[in-house]
């Protein structure tokens, strides 16, 4: 068995997907799989460590695009951003069906190549859907609405993009807790990636640690007011957590601590 060691990125999955692909050691004696996923050398194995090439990426996604359809590949697209392990070799396999039968393998959701691809994508695209509503922006002294957050799966690309069109007209930075990297939008301009920093390290560098006291007089007023509309005897915790899950409230003000007011 060869394995393909690729990055953690889009351009990685697809890089190893091609060089696994056109190896000619056959499907079933090649595996792709993500660098920081393996645990140990299995025995037997030989492993390929696979340079990211943006140009093989963009001929796997031409390929998707062209013979499969835009519709099959935002499939594929939201399984490179699952936060489950082993999506690099589930892709792999599920392409290889794709193009040997063609867009309509995706009728066959119980198929051991398609159902965990259907499963990925679909757990993906729901919580994107979650973080368009869920997600909370709180603005700093300086100005700067600072948002935190902490998705299972890869999504501060695409809300990005989103608040991006929403607000062109402020500043504004996403900072993503689990994986340590921040979206960063300056007014008028298109935002741009961060990698590999921590919050404290990220607010000091925005000159700024603390809420202002508008901000802070916002949140007061908020949490005062899911008080005074909540009916205690109606009280219904577990329709709560269905409509709004407990962990999306890790970082909205309305549950996090009280916030004081300066008299």
């Avoid at 590999?196 to 607010?203: S, W």
């Avoid at 999306?248 to 003000?253: D, G, N």
């Amino acid at each position: 068995m060869t394995i393909f060691v690729c990055e953690d990125t889009m351009d990685g999955i697809f890089t190893g997907i091609y060089d696994a692909w056109s190896s000619r050691l056959g499907h079933r004696n090649v595996r792709v799989e993500i660098e920081k996923e393996i645990t140990g050398p299995e025995l037997f194995c030989e492993y390929r460590k696979i340079e990211t090439d943006r140009q093989k990426a963009f001929k796997v996604v031409d390929s998707i695009e062209k013979k499969l359809g835009h519709e099959f590949f935002e499939i594929v697209y939201y399984s490179v951003l699952s936060g489950k392990e082993g999506r690099a070799d589930d892709i792999y396999r599920f392409l290889l069906l794709a193009f040997s039968v063609g867009s309509g393998c995706l009728e066959q959701l119980s198929h051991p190549y398609v159902h965990p691809i259907f499963e990925r994508s679909r757990n993906a695209k729901r919580e994107y859907q979650h973080y368009q509503g869920f997600l909370r922006f709180s603005e700093l002294s300086n100005g700067i609405l600072f948002s935190e957050i902490r998705p299972v799966n890869d999504l501060l690309v695409l809300l990005g993009e989103h608040f991006n069109d929403r607000f062109p007209e402020e500043n504004w930075i996403i900072y993503e807790a689990g994986r340590r990297k921040a979206a960063l939008h300056k007014k008028g301009t298109p935002f741009v990636m961060l990698e590999l920093l921590g919050k404290e390290e990220l607010l000091e560098k925005l000159g700024s640690q603390e809420f202002s006291e508008r901000e802070k007089n916002l949140q007061c007023l908020w949490k005062d007011f899911i008080d005074a509309i909540g009916i205690q005897e109606r009280k219904n915790e577990k329709l709560q957590q269905q409509m709004l899950p407990l962990r999306f409230r890790e970082f909205m003000q309305e549950y996090s601590n009280p916030v004081k007011q300066k008299d």
